[in-house]
């Protein structure tokens, strides 16, 4: 258990739907990292915030957002859901970068 | 562009076998390399490199980085069915500073070792 805690552990939804995932990081970590994991992509990078800010951004879509609250949990918002957006979603955390990071369990998400 | 490149994709051994997993690198503003294993839930830290020849060691597991070929090795020793598993190589690329940052994942290697 890495103390990073994600939550729903696992999504259904149509086509066209938004989804709100959350993450919880580790007590003591100011950073979080939001990630995507499909089949056909791989792990990839899609945003960094650090004590609410955001500070680096990777390969994330218009259709993805994010934001970092005062308590320093973490949404990511996925708006008009395609079948392709179907991937298990990491969110981690390190104290500050380029702390280690740990990873939270992912948030399978699932797009019919 | 940057890019972490792993080999191999995939191998197979039995137990008692040593493995070597390579994984090199081009990125601009290099700050570490990390080492990461994911079996069938999230990824758990294995080591983070930031030094050029310095082994890093874990038990049967090992890693040494050569910034100067721009290279990493993951060593596994004696490995076990509990080994099996795919092992992931990250590069932090950042201007430092507690500024931007980006984490850049290799495909992975896929080691099954068979009893």
């Known amino acids: 258990d890495s103390g990073v805690t994600q939550t729903p552990k696992h999504l259904i939804t149509a086509t066209g739907q938004r989804v709100t995932l959350r993450c919880s990081p580790r007590?003591?970590?100011?950073?979080v990292y939001w990630y995507q994991q499909s089949l056909d992509q791989g792990l990839q990078f899609l945003i960094q915030?650090?004590?609410?800010?955001?500070?680096a951004k990777g390969n994330i879509l218009e259709r993805f957002s994010a934001q970092q609250f005062p308590d320093l949990h973490s949404e990511l918002n996925l708006s008009s859901l395609e079948l392709g957006d179907s991937a298990l979603y990491f969110c981690?955390?390190?104290?500050?970068?380029?702390?280690?990071?740990?990873f939270g369990p992912g948030t399978r998400l699932t797009v019919l | 562009e940057d890019k972490v490149v792993q080999s191999p994709l995939s191998l197979v051994v039995h137990e008692g076998d040593t493995v070597t997993l390579n994984c090199s690198y081009e990125?601009?503003?290099?700050?570490?390399l990390l080492w990461y294993k994911q079996e069938k839930k999230a990824p758990t830290f294995l080591f983070m490199l930031?030094?050029?020849?310095i082994e890093k060691k874990s038990g049967r597991l090992s890693s040494i980085l050569d910034k100067k070929e721009l290279f990493s090795i993951l060593n596994i020793t004696a490995t076990q069915t509990g080994d099996s598993a795919i092992y992931l190589c990250?590069?932090?690329?950042?201007?430092?500073?507690?500024?931007?940052?980006?984490?850049?994942f290799g495909t992975g290697t896929l080691l099954a070792v068979q009893p």
């Open positions: 981690a955390s390190s104290v500050a970068p380029p702390d280690t990071q740990y």
């Open positions: 007590s003591g970590d100011l950073s």
């Open positions: 915030y650090y004590n609410g800010e955001e500070r």
């Open positions: 990125v601009t503003n290099f700050r570490s």
């Open positions: 930031t030094s050029s020849g």
């Open positions: 990250a590069v932090e690329a950042g201007r430092g500073g507690g500024a931007t940052n980006k984490l850049i």
